[in-house]
Every structure is written in C-alpha cells, then in structure tokens.
C-alpha cells in the first residue's frame, strides 16, 4: 500500500502558501526555490507576491499558527 505516512522531513503539502489553494499538479512552472526549499505557488501573482519579501514570508509560513502547509523554517537551527 503506498500510504499516507508523514514526513516531516520530507514534502510539504500542494496548498499555495499564499493563498491556500490547492495546486495542480502539472503547474511546476510556478516555482521559487529560496534557502534550500521549494515553494510553489498557484498563480503568477502568488509567486510575484511571494518574492517580493521571500525572507518575511518563509518564517511566516514555517510558524503557521494552523500548521497545515508544513514547511520547515530555514532559520530554526541556524547559528545566531
Ligand atoms: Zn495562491
């Protein structure tokens, strides 16, 4: 059976972080790579939003209060 395990370490869920939609799977061209981890967006908008303030925006998805989008922050960890 190939299960539903979680993954911590592993893929994040195909929600648009910015919005919360959820994305399609053949849409791979909306994607932003940032401190090691990808991000993908459902809309050209969401992207551009996204990279205005990339560095805002990661910390803020990776402490999301309801935790369902699942991305690491890349500062935990990281010396002071
Ligand atoms: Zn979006």
Known sequence: MNGMRSNPSGRYRPIC???????EANR?????VFMGQE???CSQQ????FARMPERHIVQLAHEPSGCLGYPCPYDGLPR
Do not use: V
Not at 17 to 23: A, S, Y
Not at 28 to 32: F, H, P, R, V, Y
Not at 46 to 49: F, G, I, L, Y
């Open 46 to 49: 969401c992207q551009e939003h």
């Open 28 to 32: 791979d061209a909306l994607t932003i």
């Open 39 to 41: 991000y993908r967006f």
């Open 17 to 23: 972080p910015m919005c919360g939609r959820r994305l």
